[in-house]
């Protein structure tokens, strides 16, 4: 048997009903083998994968089998070059025939196919055997790592006789994968309205996860309720959890009876969990009310990825629906297809949304959209989201040209900049109008996509959105796999945030076209997933305003937070102009620009002590007495802070360094990080972390590195910067 380096396979089966059988298993680190032709596994366990073929019919020299993923993934990168690694593979054959081993290389997610066995001479007899092993632990190596979410997915063998490369589909070669949540509980997360009225009732979500930011299904256990302020009828004090509830439990008709601030505590005691309830900011009359939705999630129906191409029960639309209006809370959400399918060739899909855009549309509760995402080569993707009702997608390798043309000027459709696989991109295609950006998605926070639409003249609305493949829509930022942007320095790609973002709009109902509307005027804002209240004016003028002034710029800026706030940077244009470290739940800050520009560009960032983020749509400012040299001597907008690394030592962090840097060694290039240096333990949302920072390449950036130690692999996370809000242009 010979072995190649890992390389793209762009093969796929055609289907077929060929001699042959496949036997799978999967050996968990501790615990009982799972095996059979339906597995069940928890996510994110740790193991070996076994794929035993047996030979029914001869297979040719040139010939040979082909192994297809379908909704989830086995591993960003499988590998046969580090024995000590993650995901290593091996080949055992039972057969005289010479057979060599082809793996994926670093872009399994756009091809199914993850591995070939190729027949070099000689031929497979009926009889023989052979069997794949990815994790292969026997040389040290740790094994490999279930898909972290709960997920339905599809192992595919397929086999060409000939060495033509017309492969067909065994007739027993299909293994199905249900990953099911971890039965452990790790995080509760309680959600209520932002702004009530007294006496009118509503709501309260109380959800359990498991540590992979899953609804964890299995819980049992009572959690108890306390609102400290002691303002609310029909508030229970114990919330019991069963089977029945599947990790979920919706509370309904709780009244605030006076105007007020207030806030809910939950408290599961036997598991040690607790959170805090977002702020409830209880009004007579209100001009407006926050609402929270996602209008860049994904669904079923793709053609680019064999991630979410089988309409499962988490991907279909009426699931994430589903899953929008429960664990999520939100008032409005727009799943859609990532890469959607020629209506002419799968109407099905298209008529899918449309069935739950229907069977969801409660005016006054919750407002779906309709959505998908276009593809162009030059330019940047946009997610399309239409107002109405629409009878067919945009075409999803849609050039610019015609993405304009047919949306750019319309006010019932938005083309939605987002951050992610294909962020937008100006200075290859130059746009006139870009009514909405996003700062922040599964793929970690992108601050600097907002810079970039600044330096263009664009004048966006802010927002922020899941970009949801398989994990949960909207479930709390996590640590999940494969989704980080650090592709091109790592061999394993990064973890990112996995999902969370949401976008706040301020309207004045919650309707189809009262939320449309307070989005086109940029009553916006955009977190990683906390239902912060967060109020940004100038002179009077809320966020998304455009003014003319005589005087200087006063800005006024009233945070309500979800954990105590850590920091809050005023960014004028490309520049931090001012800085509090509050440290407490709630702020509320005057600042008057003294040295003004003739136009600028005023918002908000936000950082609270457990990793979330909330940035302001901008103010956009003439001033008639600024200075162009207002910004001389003022720090950029992404300036990390200057820190001696040598002097941090001793921290709590440096117990996990050996074990970080060991993984580095098996798996990585570690001559790539430079002056690696442990700073502390952050407990954030995503889960308990050792804070590392270090250089990365030759150009010695500075990188922030989250080595979150409480799963059974640790998982690696990496930022630009020093501070984590995605200091890298396209980074």
């Not at 081993?101 to 031929?123: C, K, T, Y």
């Not at 009572?222 to 508030?235: E, I, M, N």
């Not at 979330?612 to 200075?627: D, L, M, N, V």
Request: charged share 20%; net charge negative; aromatic share 8%.
């Amino acid at each position: 048997m010979t072995t190649a380096a890992p390389r793209t396979l762009p093969f796929r089966s055609r289907g077929g009903n060929d001699p042959g059988r496949l036997e799978a298993r999967f050996q968990p680190a501790s615990g009982p083998t799972v095996r059979g032709g339906d597995l069940g596994l928890t996510a994110g366990a740790v193991g070996t994968w076994e794929f035993r073929i047996i030979v029914e019919a001869p297979v040719a020299a040139g010939g040979g089998f082909l192994f297809e993923r379908h909704g989830f993934l086995l591993s960003h990168s499988v590998q046969n070059t580090r024995p000590r690694g993650r995901d290593y593979v091996t080949l055992h054959a039972a057969t005289a025939a010479g057979v060599r081993l082809e793996l994926n290389e670093l872009n399994q997610a756009h091809w199914p196919s993850f591995a070939r066995i190729v027949v070099d001479r000689g031929s497979l007899a009926p009889g023989d055997e052979l069997r794949l092993l990815i994790g292969d632990t026997s040389q040290g190596g740790p094994g490999s790592e279930v898909y972290d979410v709960v997920c339905q997915g599809r192992i595919v063998v397929s086999a060409d006789r000939s060495g033509g490369l017309a492969y067909r589909q065994l007739a027993a070669g299909e293994v199905r994968v249900h990953v099911t949540s971890d039965p452990e509980p790790a995080l509760l997360r309680l959600l209520g309205p932002s702004i009530a009225q007294p006496g009118q009732p509503f709501a309260l979500h109380l959800a359990v996860y498991d540590r992979n930011h899953n609804v964890c299904t299995q819980y049992a256990g009572t959690v108890d309720l306390r609102d400290a302020t002691s303002s609310l009828d029909g508030l229970p004090p114990q919330i019991t959890f069963g089977p029945d509830n599947q990790g979920l439990a919706i509370i309904q008709g709780v009244k605030a009876q006076q105007p007020g601030l207030i806030r809910i505590e939950a408290h599961d005691r036997n598991h040690g969990l607790s959170t805090l309830g977002n702020p409830l900011l209880v009004q007579p009359n209100p001009e407006s009310l926050i609402l929270w939705g996602d209008l860049h999630s994904h669904s079923w129906g793709d053609i680019s990825m064999s991630l979410m191409d089988d309409p499962t029960p988490v991907l279909h639309p009426a699931g994430r629906h589903a899953q929008a209006r429960g664990q999520a809370r939100l008032d409005f959400a727009a799943p859609g297809p990532m890469a959607p399918p020629d209506q002419t060739h799968r109407p099905a899909v298209w008529e899918a949304h449309q069935a739950a855009y229907r069977a969801n549309d409660e005016p006054g509760t919750y407002v779906p959209y309709l959505a998908g995402e276009a593809h162009p080569n030059v330019g940047g993707d946009r997610n399309v989201v239409y107002r109405d009702w629409a009878e067919r997608h945009a075409p999803t390798w849609s050039d610019m040209d015609y993405l304009v043309e047919t949306y750019g000027d319309r006010d019932d459709v938005l083309l939605e900049a987002h951050v992610g696989g294909g962020p937008a991109d100006w200075d290859a295609y130059p746009t006139a109008r870009e009514p909405v950006v996003e700062v922040s998605s599964g793929h970690g926070a992108g601050e600097w996509l907002l810079q970039r639409a600044l330096r263009h003249g664009h004048r966006p609305a802010v927002i922020a959105s899941g970009d949801t493949h398989l994990p949960l829509l909207a479930a709390p930022m996590a640590a999940h796999h494969y989704r980080g942007r650090f592709g091109n320095h790592l061999n394993i790609r990064d973890c990112a945030i996995g999902c969370g973002p949401v976008a706040a709009v301020r309207a004045a109902r919650c309707e189809r076209h009262a939320i449309w509307d307070a989005v086109m005027s940029r009553r916006t804002y955009a977190t990683t997933g906390t239902r912060i209240i967060l109020d940004v004016t100038a002179n009077g003028h809320p966020s998304g305003s455009e003014i003319e002034i005589d005087e200087t710029p006063r800005i006024s800026i009233t945070a309500h937070a979800c954990a105590r706030i850590e920091r809050i940077d005023l960014i004028r244009n490309d520049r931090a102009l001012a800085a509090w470290r509050p440290n407490a739940l709630d702020a509320t800050l005057e600042f008057e620009d003294a040295s003004p520009l003739p136009e600028a560009a005023y918002y908000v960032r936000l950082r609270q002590t457990d990793g979330e983020f909330a940035w302001s749509t901008p103010i956009w400012i003439t001033c008639r007495a600024g200075s162009p040299d207002a910004d001389r001597g003022l720090p950029a907008w992404n300036q990390h802070e200057s820190l001696d690394l040598a002097a941090i030592r001793p921290n709590d962090a440096e117990a996990f360094e050996q074990q970080f840097l060991d993984y580095l060694a098996a798996n990585e290039d570690p001559g790539r990080f430079h002056d690696i240096t442990p700073i502390r333990i952050v407990n954030e949302v995503p889960g308990r972390a050792a804070l590392f920072h270090a250089f990365l390449g030759q150009d010695r950036e500075p990188i922030s590195i989250r080595w979150y130690v409480d799963f059974p692999m640790p998982r690696l996370r990496l930022d630009w910067g020093w501070r984590d809000f995605g200091t890298r242009d396209g980074g």
